[in-house]
């Protein structure tokens, strides 16, 4: 059977990158897929394991090749989802999940609408709102932008088929896993890889 | 939040019974839907816990005043899931377990489109057969007209959501438990009680 293209995203501030590393050490069986960036490695970074560090060239390069499952552009370095390794792992019946923003989520979906898109949610805007002033490190102007920025994500939540809030960690993960086995379970993905032929065999 | 209507149906030799069951256990906040007939009592069986017990008149008035989510004559006695218990359960946030033959779902399909559809199944034909001959109760002349039933009932697989098949019975529980945790996160079912707008709140 296919593997399961798992894509999980959601407002800044939601708490993805938390859901994906405890996933992560969850189910090891599981393939995340690492992004390719124009960006210089911070130190302890390592190339094909934080990201694959491309030159511009490179990445334009394969930008024109098609070899990106979505890509964007964020203080003028380039990141993108090489779309090789997620097709090869899928082909191979290995599950893979993508951690990207609502408008990577946006481009995957065009490619693969077969996919699992996963909304990760805070509790609720006032409990956001309290995470991203919480963390003490921006300026207020940066914060209303980003605060601007969640309402325009949050408008994207027709494009999932879950939702998923996160107020604990823990059960947030669980929800995923439920997920994850109650997908393969769907008659249309059983359909498409003839098991209803297979039974009578 | 509404409570989910799960209706799990199947062929027969499928072995639902043994998966409800299962499930009733493991699930006891989980509303079992108690079936209507007009056949009466066996030894040991009460009303309103086997089935409610109802003479023909009543259950034929029933019908017409559309008490019934769904019913069917078999061999000359009337059966049927009242529906009042049915949305009592849902209105109340629990979620409530159908198990009904594939006719039986057809018919709850059209009142419930919202509901989730789950379509038990043995791992092959062959080992339906192994099961339904190794009871050694019927005829082969009964175990052939079962088995051709059983041919009629797996072309309704288009009108589920989820199939699950039943190798392994904890196996197929723990299936349709990821499977309630997963419908309460999808998109649709929380626009419906407009967890998008309450989020802002």
């Given amino acids: ?5 798992l894509v999980i995203s959601g407002p800044s501030g939601a708490g993805k990158g ?8 969850k189910m090891p069986e599981v393939g995340y897929s690492i992004s ?14 934080s990201y694959f560090f491309l030159d511009r060239e490179r990445f334009l390069q394969m930008l024109k090749e098609g070899a990106f499952l979505e890509w964007a552009e964020v203080y ?9 390794p997620v097709e090869e792992a899928l082909a191979r019946g290995q599950d893979i999940i993508l951690e990207i923003d609502t408008q990577g989520a946006a481009q995957v979906k065009r490619y693969y609408p077969e996919g699992v898109f996963i909304f990760i949610v805070p509790p609720s805007y006032s409990e956001l709102e309290k995470r991203i002033k919480g963390r003490g490190t921006e300026s207020p102007a940066a914060i209303k932008d980003r ?19 996160n107020d604990q960690v823990e059960e947030a993960v669980a929800k995923i896993q439920a997920i994850i086995i109650a997908e393969k379970c769907r008659t249309k993905r059983l359909k498409k890889i ?3 032929q297979l039974f009578w065999s």
């Fill in 1 to 5: 059977m296919q593997g399961l293209l």
């Fill in 18 to 25: 938390t859901i994906c590393r405890a996933l992560r050490e």
């Fill in 36 to 49: 390719a960036t124009t960006r210089p490695p911070r130190p302890g970074e390592k190339d094909g394991e």
């Fill in 76 to 84: 003028g370095e380039l990141y993108g989802t090489p779309r090789k």
């Fill in 147 to 165: 605060l601007a920025w969640v309402k325009k994500e949050m408008a994207q939540l027709d494009l999932y088929d879950y939702v998923v809030i």
């Fill in 194 to 196: 003839g098991w209803h």
